[in-house]
């Protein structure tokens, strides 16, 4: 089982729906949570971060993290063209008092159709 | 500016040949990271240097070779490249803090490697 597991899509929308990406991971040191958009042929861009379980909300762009479940969550509103492309979770494992590298999830891909 | 910059941005060779990416941040960090981008997007890490250090070698077999010249420079070196060596190669950087590694990454827009 990988650490960190995405259905890689490819999801496809039209213009203003919400969308939906999940990740679930296993590792429970794991204690911070990342949302990475890339374009294509670009390189991956940090979107949102939270270190806790909740939500966390920026725009139209809110992230949800269930550490019990091991059930991570980014949610679209009001989803453009623009956010065409590939999302990839991440996570960072705490180990003492230090963060560790961070592992990707796979990717999905989302086509926002106008 | 470019923060994180690599080149070559398009790499096509042969098998059993011995190519460079080099990659170059004027952020100021002190972290700088490998990542290998398969067609299926899924990014690993590599290779991480803190300060011209190696702290970070994943399996990642013998012919690929980091060298870090100081700390705005982190190159990758890779020998008798092979099939399975096509791939997106992505350099980035991060600041860490007190060791932390889960600091924001700054990604170039990666090196992508043919080999045929």
């Known amino acids: 089982q990988k650490e960190v597991e995405q259905d890689p899509g490819p999801l496809s929308v039209p213009e203003g729906a919400i969308v939906s990406l999940n990740c679930t991971y296993s590792?429970?040191?794991?204690?911070?949570f990342m949302w990475y958009r890339q374009y294509s042929r670009k390189g991956p861009e940090l979107l949102m971060y939270t270190y806790s379980s909740g939500n966390k909300e920026d725009g139209r762009f809110t992230a949800q993290v269930d550490k019990s479940s091991k059930y991570i969550s980014l949610f679209i509103r009001d989803s453009q063209p623009s956010d065409s492309a590939t999302y990839l979770c991440?996570?960072?494992?705490?180990?003492?008092?230090?963060?560790?590298?961070?592992?990707f999830g796979p990717g999905t891909s989302l086509s926002v159709i106008p | 500016d470019t923060a994180v910059s690599q080149t070559p941005k398009y790499l096509v060779t042969q098998m059993g040949n011995d190519k460079s990416i080099k990659c170059e941040q004027n952020l100021g960090h002190d972290t700088m990271y490998w990542y290998k981008q398969d067609s299926k997007k899924f990014l690993k890490i590599m290779f991480s240097y803190n300060n011209k250090e190696l702290i970070i070698n994943e399996t990642v077999p013998n012919r690929f070779s980091p060298k870090s010249p100081d700390k705005a420079h982190l190159n990758l070196h890779i020998n008798s490249l092979e099939l399975g060596d096509s791939a997106v190669y992505f350099c980035a950087s991060s600041q860490a803090y007190s060791g932390n590694l889960s600091g924001e990454l700054f990604f170039g827009e990666g090196s992508r490697l043919t080999v045929l």
């Open positions: 590792n429970s040191a794991f204690q911070y």
């Open positions: 991440a996570m960072s494992a705490l180990r003492g008092t230090s963060y560790d590298k961070v592992i």
